[in-house]
């Protein structure tokens, strides 16, 4: 009923029967809601379940789902759909929940490098330390130390080394066994390095290094050597090759020849220095602390040693060529057998006989017509040739002059003696007697003591007397002055019977 007075105006439907609303459907306004409800956390829970629950019944199932949020984290995908904004806000919510709870790790542990083990699913409680928590596992934990030592055994150690055959299983070694297998490894390492070095740069007992090898292959390759045909023998300071002889600067080399190769290596042979150091002529050039310059010295030395014997007369390989620690030398022997040595020889009584008078000469022209000592002198370095004795291996020859020339001297005596004293020769002198014999000396006979007691005072006048030193008169001057009474009465003695023969032949002439 309308009201008396009232005017009405007539609006048209806004949407009439049969017509559309060109703006579509209205959407229904929300329900306003305060701000202390916008702020509440339990509301924004609510509302985020509601959002879960109407994508799943969207979606249908769990995988349908969590492709939707993969979809969503993409940066390619299209953002106008409100549901795929959400999707991305979870997970960016997701990511910033793992950087608290690395945070918060972080801050128990500090800068232990940890290894935790915790999730989204476990949090630390505030306040609780890392001892009282089983969530977090550093590198400093028993059983990961040990399972990773144990792997590293097996990884990083080289294969040459014994670790043992149960390290591929599920063991643990602690970090002190770790660290001493690491050491003793590292010591290995080292030793085998050294041993490797030392076979390949120094000659050893029945072969020769690799430098030594190709100085031989350059001896055949040059015409020298026609070819190398086995080892002889070997020594303390030697390896003696047989080999057949070529052509050296257009002249022939003996069919049968004896290369000496020095070794290398000082180890057999310590007291070369004793030999060599004091030598006047390599005194200058010594060094201990190149061994390899000192043996091309050793080898030089034989090399002049056996070139002075030669001269003098002396029976003993002729020198070819020297090159660095090679000595070529004319072999002493026949179709490459060498020539034994003097204590390998069954000898008869007669030869015996020679071959000691053989030494005994020999011995003397080495005195005092080479001016040498051979200083290693024995029936070792004896051969028997053709019924005659050889002098071999001269290296450590010395002069007289040598601090310890003359002792060498009676040295090569007493193993004189003694080895024609065994073998049954008569008449074989005493080394005293040799001694002097060689030496043209008259030292007082005595024991053996004694006798090297002159012998070391007599050097140390010469060497005082060679310094330009005042000397004391020794006992010793007595020797000297007996040897130059005794020349004086022997020139005397030659006066007087030149001055008797002369006037007999005058009194022949007058008759």
Known sequence: MEAKGE?????????????????????TAPEPCSLAAVMDEEFAKTLQIEEEAALKDQFGNQEDYSSALELGSSTETDTSNDM????????Q???????????????????????????????????????????????????VCGKRNASRVMEEFPPEFASGKDLDKDIKLSNSVYNSLKLHSLEEEKKSHRVHEKKEHSTVEMAVDPRTRILLFKLVNGGILESINGTISTGKEAVVIHASGGRLDQQIVPVECALKVFKTTLNEFKNRQKYIKDDYRFKDRFSKQNPRRTIRMWAEKEMHNLNRMREAG?????????????????????????APKLKDVPLSTADKQIAYEQCLEMMERLYQVCNLVHADLSEYNMLWHQGQVWFIDVSQSVEPNHPHGLEFLLRDCTNVSTFFSNIGVHGVLKPHELFNRVTKLDLKPGDHQEFLAQIESLQKFADDEKQGKDVDNFAFDYFFEQTRAEQEVNERSARKKQSADQTEREHLEGD
């Open 7 to 27: 005017v009405r105006v007539a609006h048209p439907s806004p949407n009439p029967v049969g017509q559309r609303s060109p703006w579509g459907t209205p959407v």
């Open 84 to 91: 795929l904004l959400a999707q991305m806000l979870q997970l």
């Open 93 to 143: 919510f997701d990511r910033e929940h793992d950087n608290m709870l690395a945070k918060e790790e972080a801050k128990y542990n500090g800068e232990s490098k940890d290894f935790p083990v915790m999730n989204s699913s476990s949090s630390m409680k505030k306040g609780m330390s890392p001892s009282k928590s089983k969530s977090i596992l550093t590198k400093h934990d028993a059983g």
């Open 314 to 338: 002396i029976r003993t390989p002729d020198v070819i060529l020297l090159k660095k620690h090679i000595l070529v030398m004319t072999f002493i022997g026949e179709n490459q057998k060498a």
